[in-house]
């Protein structure tokens, strides 16, 4: 009888026993599941961040910001940079104020009820900009060519322009 008791609790042991493996087990196989896939988004937002880096280098490519030689061309001249580049935007913004229907520097009168009027301004080097424009409907862009004197006053040249057509 003893025996048979010892078998029983021997059976029994080894049951819970291959429980606990086969649990374990698969306690594992899902965390390494688990890991794999993390390892796979990280991965994959690690090819996402490399794409936005590279995305950023292009776009501030074409940038006053990203362009040192424009920059140390304004400070050979004693210009502060953190000045100016406001002061060029605000210049161009400051024009969307007047009276009349021409703009004193887009070559287009508007076509709606609504002024014309410069929207974004980019600043691409010590000479360039680029900027939009819009009466509400019909919209453009313009290339600027400016020049900041030894006084720090600024000249704007409108160098070319065009209207995108409306379909």
């Known amino acids: 009888m003893r025996s048979r008791l010892f078998m029983y ?5 080894v ?6 493996y086969s649990n374990s087990k698969n306690i594992i196989d899902k965390y390494e599941k688990d890991i794999n896939t993390f390892k796979e988004k990280i991965s994959k937002l690690e090819d996402d961040k490399k794409a936005l880096n590279d995305k950023i280098y292009d776009l501030s490519y074409f940038t006053v910001d990203g362009n040192e030689e424009a920059l140390t061309y304004f400070e050979d001249k004693g210009l502060d940079t953190e000045e100016l580049l406001p002061k060029l935007k605000d210049g161009l913004l400051e024009m969307n104020v007047y009276d009349g229907v021409d703009h004193p520097i887009i070559s287009y009168a508007s076509m709606t009820d609504s002024k014309i009027m410069i929207d974004q301004i980019k600043i691409l080097n010590h000479k360039w900009i680029l900027a939009n424009f819009t009466d ?8 600027i060519n400016y020049d900041v004197s030894d006084e720090g006053e600024i000249t704007y040249k409108l ?3 065009f209207l995108y057509p409306i379909n």
């Not at 609790?9 to 042991?13: E, Q, S, Y």
């Not at 049951?15 to 606990?20: G, K, P, S, V």
């Open 9 to 13: 609790l021997f059976i029994f042991a």
């Open 159 to 161: 160098s070319d322009y």
């Open 15 to 20: 049951l819970a026993i291959i429980f606990q």
């Open 136 to 143: 509400g409907k019909h919209w453009g862009e313009l290339f």
